[in-house]
């Protein structure tokens, strides 16, 4: 029935929601994403990246976050990619080249080119009630009562990476494939859930042949590569979010079935799988903590500065306690009245107010992937020249690799800061409301009933984007 | 057979170079390159571990090269007024060398230059200059 109604849906009436291209079928793209070689090499690239960033960690300036290439490729460099290019444009392109699990993967397998499906490792499953998102919520949570130190303190950083790769290394000998990656890694969870807004996907080019295909290799494996180590059934695949786009299933299918897509932006939210409230709350975790980030590093308000960097003990304490009852609780609870609203305002009985609460939430992604791209551009453009300091001297030993270091700190573009936030937002509200409507359609499948019901969502987004709108233009 | 120890040692060649690599390659670095210090100076405001080391010991006579690293978030300086040795500010993450020759045996004190904190005045420490 959903799948119906979306056949001929437009994006802001305008782009049609079905359009895909096959990037793997432009010349020479099928051919790269099919070497073994890829994408492990740029895994290994990135692994050099993040192994100079451990290190400085603990040689270099242990107190000067702006002088950290640690810090700075952390947080100026890969978080603002994340958010501005890779999560909304690629997917999860970034868990693609993700040198973070790689120790673990490489121990199951005992190859780091070649393929071997008879993995090691204790191969647990892991257990059906955490295979949601519930686990990386409350990490990816309890990661940010630490905010105030990881861009002071080049240690912390160093600690919360050091965290994610052991945990990486001793789950994936617990359990089977990418069961970290999954459920527990702090990254993940965003990623995922804001990949359904992405305009790649991975995606099989023609169901039939895979009905067809009776070894179904892309999930067991063969010669040419892994049994999808996402744990997926890639032939049906129909969302982004759990897909770590490792390209294992364009090297198994001996059709060349699969497809790399680009697609108009968030098709996947109208997708009805595997939707829940870890999901639900990990959109509101995601607003909760933009808004606090923001009011925390930009905000005039010192108080609270000093309590995110955990000036007194106290202090840090109340930060955290405000922090995750907004998250958890306030947010949510915000979000629940207005679904209620709209439930009221259909006039449909049928429809149980849980689906109500947990379908809506879903067009709180693009607004909330919008305001964390205009909260990126308030890092970038007046951070960005730190850059090509700690390029050149990323141990703050007084090296000057490539002649950059003494580039003074010089803001980019910054009068135009609030003008760009500002277009970000409003794009970002724009599309969430045209999806509310689609998602309130989807839910409430009649027409009048479902415009009735979108008029509380409606109200709600407009006062997000107004809110945002004040706290980012000060 | 021969084709799978080739691939083998390929991999481990790269695996290496991404994870060693960058660790030696570092030190080795940062090793010829301080090889004709004297001694390095971490700086950092009192409350947070002061100069460290404190107390350094020169030969007199011979030139002295030392490195004065400011790993604090706030802006420092060194100086030792009895020899005239005064790097200026040193901002936070910066560093800077100071080179001289010490022409008389004694105790000298360095210290702060700048208000770093409301400890700036325990910010010192002592350079020994022996007669061999
Ligand atoms: S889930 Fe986390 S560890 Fe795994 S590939 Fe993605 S970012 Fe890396
Ligand atoms: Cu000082």
Same mark, same amino acid.
């Given at each position: 029935?959903?799948?119906? *109604?979306?056949?001929?849906?437009?994006?802001?009436?305008?782009?049609?929601?079905?359009?895909?291209?096959?990037?793997?079928?432009?010349?020479?793209?099928?051919?790269?994403?099919?070497?073994?070689?890829?994408?492990?090499?740029?895994?290994?690239?990135?692994?050099?990246?993040?192994?100079?960033?451990?290190?400085?960690?603990?040689?270099?300036?242990?107190?000067?976050?702006?002088?950290?290439?640690? /810090?700075?490729?952390?947080?100026?460099?890969?978080?603002?990619?994340?958010?501005?290019?890779?999560?909304?444009?690629?997917? $999860?392109?970034?868990?693609?080249?993700?040198?973070?699990?790689?120790?673990?993967?490489?121990?199951?397998?005992?190859? /780091?080119?070649?393929?071997?499906?008879?993995?090691?490792?204790?191969?647990?499953?892991?257990?059906?009630?955490?295979?949601?998102?519930?686990?990386?919520?409350?990490?990816?949570?309890?990661?940010?009562?630490?905010?105030?130190?990881?861009?002071?303190?080049?240690?912390?950083?160093?600690?919360?990476?050091?965290?994610?790769?052991?945990?990486?290394?001793?789950?994936?000998?617990?359990?089977?494939?990418?069961?970290?990656?999954?459920?527990?890694?702090?990254?993940?969870?965003?990623?995922?859930?804001?990949?359904?807004?992405?305009?790649?996907?991975?995606?099989?080019?023609?169901?039939?042949?895979?009905?067809?295909?009776?070894?179904? =290799?892309?999930?067991?494996?063969?010669?040419?590569?892994?049994?999808?180590?996402?744990?997926?059934?890639?032939?049906?695949?129909?969302?982004?979010?759990?897909?770590?786009?490792?390209?294992?299933?364009?090297?198994?299918?001996?059709?060349?079935?699969?497809?790399?897509?680009?697609?108009?932006?968030?098709?996947?939210?109208?997708?009805?799988?595997? $939707?829940?409230?870890?999901?639900?709350?990990?959109?509101?975790?995601?607003?909760?903590?933009?808004?606090?980030?923001?009011?925390?590093?930009?905000?005039?308000?010192?108080?609270?500065?000093?309590?995110?960097?955990?000036?007194?003990?106290?202090?840090?304490?109340?930060?955290?306690?405000?922090?995750?009852?907004?998250?958890?609780?306030?947010?949510?609870?915000?979000?629940?009245?207005?679904?209620?609203?709209?439930?009221?305002?259909?006039?449909?009985?049928?429809?149980?107010?849980?689906?109500?609460?947990?379908?809506?939430?879903?067009?709180?992604?693009?607004?909330?992937?919008?305001?964390?791209?205009?909260?990126?551009?308030?890092?970038?453009?007046? *951070?960005?020249?730190?850059?090509?300091?700690?390029?050149?001297?990323?141990?703050?030993?007084?090296?000057?690799?490539?002649? =950059?270091?003494?580039?003074?700190?010089?803001?980019?573009?910054?009068?135009?800061?609030?003008?760009?936030?500002?277009?970000?937002?409003?794009?970002?509200?724009?599309?969430?409301?045209?999806?509310?409507?689609?998602?309130?359609?989807? =839910?409430?499948?009649?027409?009048?009933?479902?415009?009735?019901?979108?008029?509380?969502?409606?109200?709600?987004?407009?006062?997000?984007?107004?809110?945002?709108?004040?706290?980012?233009?000060? | 057979?021969?084709?799978?120890?080739?691939?083998?040692?390929?991999?481990?060649?790269?695996?290496?170079?991404?994870?060693?690599?960058?660790?030696?390659? +570092?030190?080795?670095?940062?090793?010829?390159?301080?090889?004709?210090?004297? +001694?390095?100076?971490? +700086?950092?405001?009192?409350?947070?571990?002061?100069?460290?080391?404190?107390?350094?010991?020169? +030969?007199?006579?011979?030139?002295?090269?030392?490195?004065?690293?400011?790993?604090?978030?706030?802006?420092?300086?060194?100086?030792?007024?009895?020899?005239?040795?005064?790097?200026?500010?040193?901002?936070?993450?910066?560093?800077?060398?100071?080179?001289?020759?010490?022409?008389?045996?004694?105790?000298?004190?360095?210290?702060?230059?700048?208000?770093?904190?409301?400890?700036?005045?325990?910010?010192?420490?002592?350079?020994?200059?022996?007669?061999?």
């Amino acid at each position: 029935m959903s799948e119906q *109604n979306s056949k001929n849906q437009r994006l802001l009436g305008l782009f049609p929601l079905n359009w895909r291209f096959d990037l793997a079928s432009l010349p020479g793209v099928r051919w790269l994403l099919k070497q073994r070689w890829f994408p492990m090499i740029v895994i290994l690239i990135n692994m050099f990246i993040f192994i100079v960033i451990l290190m400085s960690g603990i040689m270099g300036g242990f107190s000067s976050g702006n002088y950290s290439f640690g /810090i700075m490729f952390v947080w100026i460099l890969w978080w603002v990619l994340l958010m501005m290019l890779l999560v909304p444009v690629l997917s $999860r392109t970034w868990c693609m080249m993700c040198p973070l699990p790689s120790f673990g993967e490489w121990l199951q397998r005992l190859r /780091i080119f070649g393929v071997n499906n008879k993995l090691g490792g204790l191969n647990l499953k892991w257990p059906r009630r955490l295979s949601n998102m519930w686990v990386m919520n409350f990490l990816f949570l309890g990661t940010t009562f630490f905010s105030g130190f990881f861009t002071v303190k080049p240690l912390v950083t160093f600690y919360l990476l050091g965290g994610i790769i052991v945990m990486g290394i001793v789950l994936s000998l617990i359990f089977e494939k990418r069961s970290f990656c999954l459920y527990v890694c702090p990254v993940s969870g965003f990623q995922g859930l804001y990949a359904n807004m992405a305009m790649t996907e991975i995606r099989v080019k023609d169901p039939n042949i895979c009905a067809k295909h009776k070894k179904k =290799t892309c999930e067991t494996g063969n010669k040419k590569g892994y049994g999808c180590p996402w744990l997926l059934e890639p032939h049906s695949l129909k969302r982004n979010t759990y897909c770590g786009m490792c390209l294992e299933c364009f090297k198994t299918c001996p059709f060349d079935n699969m497809a790399f897509n680009i697609r108009p932006p968030g098709t996947d939210l109208l997708v009805n799988e595997k $939707r829940g409230l870890d999901e639900a709350w990990k959109s509101f975790i995601m607003i909760a903590i933009a808004i606090m980030f923001y009011v925390a590093m930009m905000g005039p308000w010192g108080w609270i500065k000093d309590w995110v960097r955990g000036n007194t003990l106290t202090g840090w304490l109340k930060f955290i306690s405000v922090h995750t009852a907004f998250a958890l609780v306030i947010i949510p609870g915000i979000f629940f009245v207005f679904s209620f609203l709209s439930k009221l305002f259909s006039g449909s009985k049928e429809v149980r107010l849980k689906a109500v609460f947990v379908n809506l939430s879903y067009c709180l992604i693009p607004m909330g992937l919008a305001s964390w791209i205009a909260f990126s551009f308030g890092f970038l453009l007046p *951070n960005g020249s730190y850059i090509l300091h700690i390029l050149s001297d990323p141990f703050a030993l007084g090296w000057d690799l490539f002649g =950059t270091a003494n580039i003074p700190w010089t803001p980019v573009a910054t009068g135009w800061l609030v003008p760009l936030q500002f277009i970000t937002l409003f794009a970002g509200y724009l599309v969430a409301a045209d999806y509310g409507y689609k998602l309130s359609l989807q =839910t409430y499948t009649d027409p009048a009933a479902a415009k009735r019901g979108f008029i509380p969502l409606l109200v709600l987004l407009t006062l997000v984007v107004i809110a945002f709108g004040w706290l980012y233009g000060g | 057979m021969s084709k799978t120890i080739i691939k083998t040692i390929i991999s481990a060649v790269l695996v290496l170079a991404c994870t060693i690599g960058p660790i030696v390659a +570092a030190l080795a670095y940062e090793s010829s390159r301080t090889r004709d210090l004297t +001694a390095e100076i971490l +700086a950092r405001a009192p409350e947070k571990g002061n100069y460290s080391p404190r107390f350094v010991t020169v +030969a007199f006579g011979q030139k002295v090269k030392l490195r004065v690293r400011n790993i604090d978030t706030v802006t420092h300086g060194f100086a030792i007024p009895a020899l005239e040795v005064d790097a200026g500010e040193i901002k936070a993450g910066q560093y800077a060398v100071l080179e001289f020759t010490p022409e008389k045996p004694g105790k000298y004190d360095f210290y702060c230059t700048t208000w770093c904190s409301e400890f700036h005045l325990q910010m010192r420490g002592i350079l020994e200059v022996t007669a061999r």
